[in-house]
């Protein structure tokens, strides 16, 4: 819910959904008690399971606040574009009444053929239910997230907690390919008490190689070349028998987080899964910034466009980090390893 002014007036508007029509539904009132039916969004782009957590806010395209735009999002589950949660966003207009999307893809069902084309929020498997908030000092958009799925989200291996929520997201509208498109940034204060720095230029590298300052928490940037190689990237959280593979397949335009031996996996039979996102470097540099925490990691790709969040459950003692180049060889031209408290 929102105060909206505008050109029809200034009032309440609350955004609900009606869940398994995949139908957004929008109302005003002036008293928050007596409530008027303004209009109807949807279905459209990813109705593969029920809608809830809606969320209608605007933002600046490129910061430029001579051109607002609206955005709409909407969680659901299941249907994610890796299985089981996840959320979607549409762009669009605003005008006090109803929401018009300028980035709907498909009307009605669903399209399994067409999902890299829908917008979402996160192409990981544990970033669900995401909402905003309204009035943040210096008119910042945060949003924080979820990090779970329903597909087995009553059976991780934690106690006496189950679920943690993502890190809090600073959203904001960019020009990509001419196409306004939502960029994550954590909201991230340096602590000035991180534990150790390690930082690395010029790797080249072929085949699987360690490097120093692995940790449990930490914060990796990381920014590859491509060179011959079908797959190059980073294993964290690793100990030689298990680790989470973060891979990047420039030949396919993905990036891809395998986490079948990444610790604990047996607890749910969805939860050992090869996840992808698509991911292209017009530069042709990869730039990967990854928190990683002590059952999850929380990946912003290409300056925040593409976003990748999971759950992951290694052993405490599995901390090292590697760099890998697969059939061929690629290029780290920076990495820094920050271990944080």
């Not at 990981?124 to 779970?148: C, E, H, K, Q, T």
């Not at 909201?187 to 000035?192: A, F, M, N, S, Y």
């Not at 991180?194 to 300052?213: K, R």
């Not at 989470?244 to 031996?261: E, F, K, S």
Request: charged share 20%.
């Amino acid at each position: 819910m929102f105060r909206y002014s505008g050109p029809r007036g200034s009032y309440w508007v609350m955004v609900a959904v009606e869940a398994h029509d995949h139908t957004v539904v929008l109302y005003r009132s002036d008293d928050l008690k007596t409530w008027e039916y303004l209009s109807s969004f949807g279905p459209a782009n990813g109705t593969g399971g029920v809608w809830e957590c809606p969320d209608l806010f605007h933002l600046p395209l490129d910061g430029n606040e001579d051109n607002i735009k609206w955005v709409l999002t909407v969680n659901l589950h299941p249907g994610g574009p890796n299985g089981g949660s996840a959320g979607q966003y549409f762009v669009g207009h605003f005008d006090g009444v109803t929401f018009t999307a300028a980035s709907t893809v498909t009307d009605g069902l669903q399209d399994p053929a067409r999902m890299d084309e829908y917008l979402w929020l996160d192409w990981g498997r544990d970033y669900y239910a995401a909402v905003s908030f309204n009035n943040v000092p210096d008119g910042r958009r945060l949003m924080i997230g979820w990090m779970n799925n329903w597909q087995y989200g009553n059976e991780i291996p934690t106690s006496p907690w189950r679920s943690p929520m993502s890190l809090v997201r600073e959203v904001s509208l960019v020009s990509s390919n001419g196409q306004p498109r939502l960029s994550q940034h954590p909201v991230w204060e340096d602590p000035g008490s991180d534990t150790g720095t390690v930082s690395y230029t010029g790797l080249d590298v072929d085949g699987v190689h360690p490097v120093e300052g692995g940790a449990a928490v930490q914060l990796i940037e990381a920014t590859f070349v491509p060179g011959s190689a079908e797959e190059f990237g980073l294993v964290i959280r690793g100990n030689g028998a298990e680790g989470t593979r973060i891979g990047i397949r420039p030949a396919d335009g993905r990036l891809a987080v395998d986490r079948t031996m990444s610790g604990n996996t047996d607890f749910h039979e969805t939860f050992p899964s090869i996840d992808s996102a698509p991911l292209q470097a017009p530069g042709g540099t990869y730039v990967l910034r990854i928190f990683v925490d002590h059952c999850s990691v929380e990946i912003f790709a290409q300056n925040g466009q593409v976003t990748m969040t999971e759950l992951i459950f290694p052993d405490p003692e599995s901390i090292s980090v590697s760099v890998y180049a697969s059939e061929g060889t690629a290029t780290v031209s920076s990495l820094k390893l920050t271990t944080l408290p």
